[in-house]
């Protein structure tokens, strides 16, 4: 299974990343860190990225990927507030079984092989009742806006919603791969094109700059799994999503995540004390590595 990572390179440099870490130099330590840990387990290593992340992460920090590809410079014309994009494009771009790895996770130990040879993975759900249609920034704010436009939203989107729900699903991407590539592909290119689309410029216009994209990446896929797989006509018939751990509660529990040999940084990565760890771990295991990181981060 190929290990895959991405980085888009506007997002971070205009600060609209999403959650954003303490220091620059933690963002820097994360990626040799992240490496490193899942290439132990995985050695056939991939960035997807633009021309200067290459310039940053492989020219620069000298991060030894088995494969780097700058497919994400088709992004370089689009808004950054979309940063999911660049995960996105490189989920699009596989034809093998993947496992792709957020920069703030640490793959201390293998994935268990239900996991590995699920035909959809991702970290856990984040349902039956995490997301009330009430929350800031859901799903509904899209649907407004496509309305407002006479567009039509994704099957997979409308029959989800049909559901008479309070809630609404996520898959907590901060892992996500599988063996049904085709099958991540489609959603991928779903997911793009509901952002990308020149038909849809108006409606995203209507979003201002909000961020959606927990629901682009996260939603979406919850919504296309549950369409396809009780869908009698869809070649994705049967299609299964399988979970590293059963929600939030159990993915972000201490004893859990040590058990698994997993870290989700998440929002943590913004704390001084994560990054002083992050500092000593790397200073002790890749000296030569962490001045690298000092000397850019300083620049």
Request: charged letters at 25%; one cysteine or more.
């Amino acid at each position: 299974m190929k290990a895959v990572w991405s980085y888009w390179s506007r997002p971070i440099e205009t600060h609209k990343e999403g959650n954003s870490w303490c220091q620059p130099i933690h963002h820097l330590l994360a990626w040799g860190i992240s490496l490193r840990a899942a290439q132990r387990h995985y050695p056939d290593t991939v960035l997807v990225t633009d021309l200067a992340g290459r310039r940053l992460l492989v020219d620069k920090l000298g991060l030894a990927f088995s494969e780097v590809s700058t497919e994400l410079e088709r992004l370089r014309d689009v808004d950054p507030k979309w940063w999911a994009l660049g995960k996105l494009v490189a989920y699009s771009l596989q034809d093998r079984p993947f496992l792709h790895i957020d920069t703030d996770v640490f793959l201390w130990n293998p994935l268990p092989p239900h996991v590995v040879n699920a035909p959809v993975f991702a970290q856990n759900p984040e349902y039956p009742a995490v997301h009330p249609l009430s929350y800031p920034y859901g799903p509904l704010d899209i649907e407004r806006a496509f309305a407002a436009e006479g567009i039509e939203l994704p099957l997979e989107w409308q029959s989800e919603r049909s559901r008479d729900d309070a809630y609404y699903p996520e898959e907590n991407c901060g892992i996500v791969g599988g063996n049904r590539t085709d099958f991540l592909r489609y959603y991928s290119g779903l997911a793009l094109d509901l952002v990308m689309n020149p038909r849809h410029r108006g409606a995203m216009a209507r979003l201002g700059d909000k961020g959606y994209n927990m629901i682009v990446e996260q939603f979406l896929l919850a919504a296309c799994v549950r369409y396809h797989r009780r869908n009698p006509d869809s070649p994705f018939k049967g299609v299964k999503i399988t979970h590293l751990f059963r929600g939030a509660h159990e993915a972000y529990e201490y004893q859990n995540s040590t058990r698994a040999g997993f870290t989700h940084l998440m929002c943590a990565k913004s704390h001084p004390a994560v990054g002083r760890r992050m500092e000593e771990r790397v200073k002790r295991e890749d000296p030569a590595y962490f001045r690298q990181c000092e000397k850019l981060a300083a620049s």
